[in-house]
Nanobody, 125 residues
Framework: QVQLVESGGGLVQAGGSLRLSCAASERTFSSYTKAWFRQPPGKEREFVAAISWNGGGTYYADSVKGRFTISRDNAKDTVFLQMSSLKPEDTAVYYC??????????????????WGQGTQVTVSA
């Protein structure tokens, strides 16, 4: 039973932008910490960005800091990832996730209880 649904992935040229969205279905995650992870081809899933339940705090991986922005709209129970200045190394399947803990400054996958099915982002050189 899918509870988080990502959208917005696609093919973009290097230097371009994409906006990913992740909407909740079947239940509400408006009070949960939310995050984006990604899994590049042939590599392990890695942390990208996280946001506190009320949007007041954010945390980014060094590799995306200054280029990506995470935000959320709790009225729509949706989290976004605005990606700019995209690089070929940003190519990956992007997953949104949620956890009940209010600590948004952690990057470990196992701390997140709920996951979407992922959306492919491909950045061409």
């Amino acid at each position: 039973q899918v509870q988080l649904v990502e959208s917005g992935g696609g093919l973009v040229q290097a230097g371009g932008s994409l906006r990913l969205s992740c909407a909740a279905s079947e239940r509400t995650f408006s009070s949960y910490t939310k995050a984006w992870f990604r899994q590049p081809p042939g590599k392990e899933r890695e942390f990208v960005a996280a946001i506190s339940w009320n949007g007041g705090g954010t945390y980014y991986a060094d590799s995306v800091k200054g280029r990506f922005t995470i935000s959320r709209d709790n009225a729509k129970d949706t989290v976004f990832l605005q990606m700019s200045s995209l690089k070929p190394e940003d190519t990956a399947v992007y997953y949104c996730s949620a956890k009940a803990s209010t600590n948004y400054g952690t990057t470990e996958l196992y701390l997140y209880n709920y996951w979407g099915q992922g959306t492919q982002v491909t950045v061409s050189a």
